[in-house]
């Protein structure tokens, strides 16, 4: 698919701005644009939550005063993200039209209030949307300040799994089951409603999931996470189809982090650019690396929807307000991040908000301006930093992108079917298994790509998935294909376990042949059934997931040392055409996975980006050029402390200029951008 491209000054750096909260100061209005060019921004996102200042009256539109400034911004080399204003409705929307409101899985419709607190199926939410973007693409679609159309904001965030359950869904989930099943045969069948005699014979008796009624149809509740999921996808592409009535723009919405709701994998093909809004916890842990891991993850997920950068649409330069503690960023974290971000394919630092707010909801969340108003304090100064590098990086960095030969599979539906598998451990977390995995190669400072089961293997070295307990219907044979071809394949616990309408396989589960084994049960250990097993001369600690399994083909390289599966296969491996297939039959630690995986990834000639050992808490990106000599590294310090390592060959320090070789010293939170010399 083609994408549209962004007509970019260089780097983004900015944020969220949001002048209506203070068109009554243009004093204010005026010295935003002094502090902005003290810290380098060039580019905004306006509009954002502007419908009540756009359209104060159901069909009056009120534009001038956005023009205005961003015509004020463009004069001064400030360019706009503007957004379509659909976050929040305005007040007279829910007086006038109530029936645009959410309802609950309970059947009780919502207040007036919060954002996304409309119902994504209503023809009345989607004509007042149609008709204002129209207007916007009209207005501002070809203005030279302009350089991208920022879709609404965070669909689905502030209200519970972003469903809604009213009336017109539930005829609209109909109607969908409908074009996709056929028959209720067909549906009876692949829900297995037979069970409890929930058979259904008649379309009308069918509702969405609820406490107050059927929620534990695991095929039911899963159709109804697609429905949803591709109902707002619906309504976002009924946006850009507005907004590009008058546009050539390229389009983008920010999407969210862990976000279950929404099959983001899907919605990547809607958009010309991929954005997210980072917000990681730091400073909760024992240490950063946690914390480190999982943004990276998540970066890394974004860049792979499409292969090319992303952009980092929101992140906070100081505090949330929102988590249980919202600690501060310690002096030097911000541009760590911000780096990081960088490093792993952003194109963009951007925050939220550019100005704190007086008040309501988010008053106390971090801003670039707080409310001293100060461009002499320590979050201020970080931000004038971070910008000013990033104008220098930019010649060396927009030609470049991260290129992995390594994939870990993260799929929503089998998200989705894990959460209501009603099995194993209500403790089990499939991301924080997906992160394990992810930490090795986080650690070697090894590029990854995160991706669904829906996308193309062959491009890569070696492919981990884990606890992939649905499978697709066609994901078996392109494994096959690929492992067949010469790929190494790495599988885990309970995968292959049910289909994609959550129906268990009858027999012989999808993958057994490729693995060369058999799956015989599965068993949740706890503290009063300890177990061990072995990986080549080590021990190592089970984790409360232990299948036990029967070798076709397949040799075993690990046993179970205790309990009732003692010396039967924990890690085991297979052959297969040009390539391997590893099975990892127990939930393992760390200290395994730092073993096994390096040999896996030996296996696969996969090379880090360093051939030089990372210290604990150190590791390095490499943003790939068209040219080996283009390629830029990140080296990244997430140590609360400084620490030494040793650098094999010459590199020179793009921010200083400074040569770079032998042992060198990276202070806390550092991270130095080089190249080859």
Same mark, same amino acid.
């Given at each position: 698919m083609e994408y549209k491209k962004i007509n970019m000054p260089g780097l983004l750096h900015g944020g969220d701005y949001n002048p209506e909260q203070w068109l009554d100061r243009p004093d204010i209005l005026e010295e935003d644009i002094r502090l902005m060019k003290l810290v380098h921004v060039n580019n905004v996102s306006l509009g954002i939550f502007s419908w009540a200042f756009l359209e104060p009256e159901e069909g009056k539109y009120q534009f001038d005063y956005l023009e205005e400034i961003i015509n004020r911004l463009y004069d001064n080399g400030i360019y706009t993200n503007l957004a379509t204003p659909t976050g929040a409705m305005p007040n007279w929307m829910t007086q006038k039209y109530p029936e645009v409101m959410q309802t609950d899985e309970n059947g009780i419709q919502n207040l007036p209030g919060k954002r996304h607190n409309f119902c994504y199926t209503s023809a009345v939410m989607r004509e007042k949307t149609r008709k204002l973007d129209l207007k916007l693409s009209e207005r501002f679609g070809k203005h030279p300040g302009v350089i991208l159309w920022h879709i609404s904001n965070e669909y689905g965030g502030n209200f519970r799994d972003a469903s809604c359950h009213c009336e017109e869904c539930q005829k609209a989930f109909r109607k969908w089951l409908k074009k996709k099943y056929k028959t209720l045969d067909a549906l009876n069948h692949a829900w297995w409603s037979a069970f409890w005699s929930h058979t259904y014979t008649d379309w009308e008796q069918i509702h969405s999931p609820s406490p107050r009624g059927e929620d534990e149809l695991h095929g039911l509740k899963l159709d109804w996470k697609r429905f949803v999921s591709e109902q707002l996808q619906d309504f976002c592409r009924e946006e850009i189809r507005a907004v590009k009535t008058y546009s050539d723009l390229p389009v983008t919405t920010n999407m969210m982090m862990y976000f279950s709701p929404l099959d983001y994998d899907k919605w990547a093909k809607e958009l010309d650019v991929i954005s997210w809004d980072s917000y990681p916890s730091w400073h909760t842990k024992e240490d950063e690396v946690p914390i480190a891991v999982w943004a990276a993850f998540m970066h890394n997920q974004m860049r792979?929807?499409?292969?090319?950068?992303?952009?980092?649409?929101e992140s906070t330069p100081s505090l949330v307000n929102w988590d249980e503690e919202n600690n501060v960023k310690r002096p030097g974290m911000n541009?760590?991040?911000?780096?990081? +971000?960088? +490093?792993?394919? *952003?194109? #963009?630092?951007?925050?939220?908000?550019?100005?704190? =707010?007086?008040?309501?909801?988010?008053?106390?969340?971090?801003?670039?301006?707080?409310?001293?108003? #100060?461009?002499?304090?320590?979050?201020?100064?970080? %931000?004038? @930093?971070?910008?000013?590098?990033?104008?220098?990086?930019?010649?060396?960095?927009? *030609?470049?992108?991260?290129?992995?030969?390594?994939?870990?599979?993260?799929? @929503?539906?089998?998200? @989705?079917?894990? *959460? $209501? +598998?009603? +099995?194993? =451990?209500?403790?089990? $977390?499939?991301?924080?298994? /997906?992160?394990?995995?992810?930490?090795?190669? @986080?650690?070697? &400072?090894?590029?990854?790509?995160?991706?669904?089961? !829906?996308?193309?293997? /062959?491009?890569?070295?070696?492919? %981990?998935?884990?606890? /992939?307990?649905?499978?697709?219907?066609?994901?078996?044979?392109?494994?096959?294909?690929?492992?067949?071809?010469?790929?190494?394949?790495?599988?885990?616990?309970?995968?292959?376990? %049910?289909?994609?309408?959550? /129906?268990?396989?009858?027999?012989?589960?999808?993958?057994?042949?490729?693995?060369?084994?058999?799956? $015989?049960?599965? !068993?949740?250990?706890?503290?009063?059934?300890?177990?061990?097993? *072995?990986?080549?001369? &080590?021990?190592?600690k089970a984790g409360v997931l232990r299948e036990v399994v029967t070798l076709q083909t397949a040799k075993p390289l690990g046993t179970y040392l205790q309990d009732y599966n003692v010396n039967t296969p924990a890690i085991t491996e297979n052959a297969y055409g040009k390539g391997k297939a590893y099975y990892v039959a127990v939930q393992p630690d760390l200290e395994f996975l730092k073993e096994f995986l390096g040999d896996v990834i030996e296996e696969a000639n996969v090379e880090a980006n360093l051939t030089e050992t990372l210290p604990y808490g150190v590791t390095v990106s490499k943003r790939s050029g068209k040219e080996q000599k283009d390629d830029v590294y990140f080296l990244q310090n997430f140590n609360r402390h400084p620490v030494k390592m040793v650098l094999n060959e010459c590199y020179t320090n793009l921010i200083t200029d400074e040569i770079l070789t032998g042992s060198i010293k990276l202070q806390t939170y550092q991270c130095i951008v080089m190249q080859k010399k």
């Open positions: 792979g929807f499409q292969k090319k950068p992303f952009l980092m649409m541009y760590l991040s911000s780096m990081q +971000a960088i +490093a792993l394919g *952003s194109n #963009s630092v951007l925050y939220f908000q550019w100005r704190k =707010s007086r008040g309501s909801s988010e008053k106390f969340h971090g801003a670039v301006v707080g409310h001293d108003a #100060s461009e002499k304090n320590r979050v201020f100064q970080e %931000v004038a @930093w971070i910008g000013k590098d990033l104008e220098k990086l930019s010649s060396q960095i927009l *030609s470049t992108c991260n290129r992995a030969k390594v994939a870990i599979i993260m799929d @929503w539906e089998n998200w @989705w079917a894990l *959460s $209501d +598998a009603q +099995a194993i =451990s209500r403790k089990f $977390d499939y991301t924080e298994e /997906l992160l394990k995995y992810y930490r090795v190669f @986080w650690e070697k &400072g090894i590029e990854v790509d995160i991706i669904s089961m !829906d996308r193309e293997l /062959l491009d890569y070295q070696l492919v %981990v998935a884990p606890t /992939l307990y649905l499978h697709k219907k066609e994901y078996i044979h392109k494994v096959e294909a690929y492992v067949e071809a010469g790929g190494i394949y790495v599988t885990t616990y309970w995968s292959g376990v %049910v289909n994609e309408t959550d /129906l268990c396989f009858i027999g012989e589960r999808p993958h057994e042949r490729l693995l060369g084994l058999s799956v $015989d049960e599965i !068993d949740v250990g706890n503290e009063y059934f300890p177990n061990t097993f *072995s990986y080549k001369d &080590g021990v190592y």
